[in-house]
T-cell receptor
Framework: AQSVTQPDIHITVSEGASLELRCNYS??????LFWYVQSPGQGLQLLLK??????LVQGIKGFEAEFKRSQSSFNLRKPSVHWSDAAEYFC??????????FGAGTRLFVKA | DGGITQSPKYLFRKEGQNVTLSCEQN?????MYWYRQDPGQGLRLIYY???????QKGDIAEGYSVSREKKESFPLTVTSAQKNPTAFYLC?????????????FGAGTRLSVL
């Protein structure tokens, strides 16, 4: 069955430091992969997506993610975190057809 | 501006009462979804609809009902059979790009029990 695992429930980084959020997926075919961000009390906003082609994808707000098929991973990265990046981040995999499976989320805290 | 509108933003339910959450989209998307979000559990799919007048149960459909009479609208009713309705509810719509299905979300409705 398809699944998404985000191993870190929460992460704290200092402002200006680099960030990597981990995501592992389980899917039998070529996956469609997504990262979304959610600010408190808000809906989810799409950061970036991977469908095929270049395994390093660029997104909005300076985020990027790298698809590694051998590791079944799709980790999200940002070279320098800003205080406004504090939010919850969700990794997701297209589960075939119209369904999408979401991970449990990683909450990012940014300290000054 | 195109988007997904959920209303109300906050909703309170009394015991034994049915309540309906509204979701409207003007993105011309075929598919629409309802998710429930509880702390630490991510998003769980309640119902989804791929076309008008058709919908399927998701993972946690018990105690909920939906309708899809118009392409733009996908209301969710939380019935009295749902014994633990307090949660954040998210509506989404999606379009098939030919390479994958991308979901877009509304701002959510927070439901609490009085």
């Amino acid at each position: 069955a398809q699944s998404v695992t985000q191993p870190d429930i929460h992460i704290t980084v200092s402002e200006g430091a680099s960030l990597e959020l981990r995501c592992n997926y389980s899917y039998g075919a070529t996956p469609y992969l997504f990262w979304y961000v959610q600010s408190p009390g808000q809906g989810l906003q799409l950061l970036l997506k991977y469908f095929s082609g270049d395994t390093l994808v660029q997104g909005i707000k300076g985020f990027e993610a790298e698809f590694k098929r051998s590791q079944s991973s799709f980790n999200l990265r940002k070279p320098s975190v800003h205080w406004s990046d504090a939010a919850e981040y969700f990794c997701a995999v297209g589960a075939g057809g119209f369904k999408t499976i979401f991970g449990a989320g990683t909450r990012l805290f940014v300290k000054a | 501006d195109g988007g997904i509108t959920q209303s109300p933003k906050y909703l309170f339910r009394k015991e034994g009462q049915n309540v309906t959450l509204s979701c409207e989209q003007n993105l011309n998307h075929d598919a629409m979804y309802w998710y429930r979000q509880d702390p630490g559990q991510g998003l769980r799919l309640i119902y989804y609809s791929q076309i008008v007048n058709d919908f399927q149960k998701g993972d946690i459909a018990e105690g909920y009902s939906v309708s899809r009479e118009k392409k733009e609208s996908f209301p969710l009713t939380v019935t009295s059979a749902q014994k633990n309705p307090t949660a954040f509810y998210l509506c989404a719509s999606s379009i098939w790009t030919g390479r994958g299905n991308i979901q877009y979300f509304g701002a959510g409705t927070r439901l609490s029990v009085l």
